[in-house]
């Protein structure tokens, strides 16, 4: 175990001996360009979310990346997560009162079924197994142009077996066909946030306290929301809509742990 020493006779130490000191001048240096690649990297997202740069104030809440006042109000960039904990809402800590008319706009991409990426996953590789065997015992034979790439000869029931039931989706949520019932068990889907909205949709509510709103106050936001607030006061909260199981004490997140993407939300306030 080395001596124990004070601070001064360590930093005497590093300037008597030059390499100590280079050293501990390349560490000073290094964490001099991860600062600066930090805040080139922050002034580009500001730029691109049509932010000014001597306006842009981080914010303390963990979800709100970016906000300023601008002459059409307060401007918030928030990312929405659809795998949050322990609760589905998220709360921006934006104050919303009676009367305020304010708008929403969203973009991203978000995966409320990764059991069906797996199952994609899984079935592609099992067909290409069977392509690769036929391929080596010459009962398929690759065309002159051929790379004997396998999914060169995918039958049309292998295709169906590998389509992706509820893949990734937009703010709008899942668009296609069954987006809004659980196919595999339909009473599940009345324990949706919203049962009658898309699995994936982005959602909003405006809520005071600690408790998760009410089912029946969120609204819909999806990729764009402009209307005035007639409901009470409260903060603004958002949520991707999916199946929460408020009956398990114990793990009510359930079905929203395994979720993938992000929404990239924008929100403004006027004065």
Sequence with gaps: ??????????????????????????????????????????????DKSGLQAGEVELSGSPRVVLQQVTERGREYRILVSPAAHPSPWQDTEIEIEPGDSFEIEAEGRVNVNLYGLFQHVERRHAIEARIDSALQRGTLRPGPDSSRLPERFYSELDRVAIEIRRGWTGPEGEEAPGGITD???????????VPNAPFGMLIGAVHRGTHDPPRRTAFLVGGRWRDHWSG?????????????????ERFPDKFYVDNLG??????????
């Excluded at 006779?9 to 240096?29: M, N, P, Q």
């Excluded at 339909?186 to 949706?192: F, G, H, V």
């Design 1 to 46: 175990m080395a001596d124990p020493r004070s601070a001064g006779d360590a930093f005497g130490s590093i300037l008597t001996d030059w390499r100590s000191f280079a050293h501990f001048l390349g560490k000073i240096v290094v964490l001099i360009l991860v600062l600066a690649v930090l805040a080139r990297a922050l002034l580009f997202l500001a």
């Design 183 to 193: 196919a595999a068990y339909p009473a599940r889907t009345e324990n949706k946030l």
């Design 232 to 248: 009470p006061a409260g903060t603004l909260r958002f949520a991707v809509n999916d199946v929460w199981d408020g009956e398990d």
């Design 262 to 271: 992000f929404f990239l939300v924008r929100v403004v306030v006027p004065h």
